[in-house]
């Protein structure tokens, strides 16, 4: 399995078109071909990237304050790699291109039950194949790909991209689309790296179906978080043709979550969910049961749309409402509505936050088998 955390790219970006060209041609045609989830929130807090990979591998949600990398690398979890030893013997790995101790990976992925961690220092980096953050989508992949053929099967990996990290920098040779016309800088730049990091995703399944990996390997991409922070969102307003409404704010903090499984036929699913609940579907699909009451997420292809995907700072969404900033909004009329609409669900929030914070901060993990 590889998991491809997919820098600052938001939903808004699938199926969009810039001046007569789409901004995700690949991940578009991919999409034809794969599970794709279309209501999928941002549910990161501080911990930005190392966030979304928290949840994907725990299932529980990122601290309140500061990341759960840096603040708790020595407690004991239930991840992803440490479920799938015990079930067959993977070996896990992750890849990125920056330094080990960005967000104090190092010690994390020892707790999470890595065996590796290729960092830059695996990298040839150099000033021509980097940019910004550092090396480039295209190069890393290329690299990632000699160590992909060496290591282990099965593998859980993840493959973290950089490219479209804020402000979104690239050269003109590396565009492949013409920036956009907004009047957000920000905004007119970013259309250009998701695009960039689109072309490497491509070059990437052309490697797995080159080498025979592809028929055998279950891939899923997921943005990590928002790319356009509040402060210039008016140009991505701009540029869908949308107001600047508190609801239209809450459904840009959408990420896409494409799973492909080879021989799956192609499903779109709209089922409303967060990032947490990446590592029960993912549990889901491989066939492992996980009778684990100490982690939130829930299988995206059962989910209860009446379930609120919560967030860190006590807002949340359903199928029917959006709880935001102390206001409650209709997800179906997309009005503002009654605050008693959104009281009954409130309770239920702050409970979960609170036991996911307990284990956390207890690091309750320990006592279990
Ligand atoms: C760097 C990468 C980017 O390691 O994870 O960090 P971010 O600012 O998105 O969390
Ligand atoms: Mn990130």
Redesign the pocket.
Known sequence: MILVSM??TQNFAINQKINGEEITPFLNELIKDSFYFTNIYDQTAQG???DAEFMIDTGLYPLSSGSAFVRKPDNTYRSLPHLLKAQEDYYAAVF?G?DRT??NRESMYESLGYDRYFSKRDYTVTEENSVN?GIKDIPFFDQTFTYLEEIPQPFYTRL?T?TN?FPFLLEEHDQFIEEASTSEDVVNRYVTTVRYEDEAIKALFEKLKSNGMYQNTVVVLYG?HYGISEKYEQGVFELLGQEDTPVNHAKLQQVPLIIHVPGEKAKTIETIGGEIDIRATILHLLGIESKDTLSFGHSLFTRDGNHPVIFRDGDFITEKYIFQDNACYSNIGEKPVSDSRCEPYKEKVREELRRSDDIVYGDLLRFLE
Do not use: V
């Open positions: 820098e600052s930005k990237t190392s990125h920056n960005f967000w953050y973290i950089l990290h990590d």
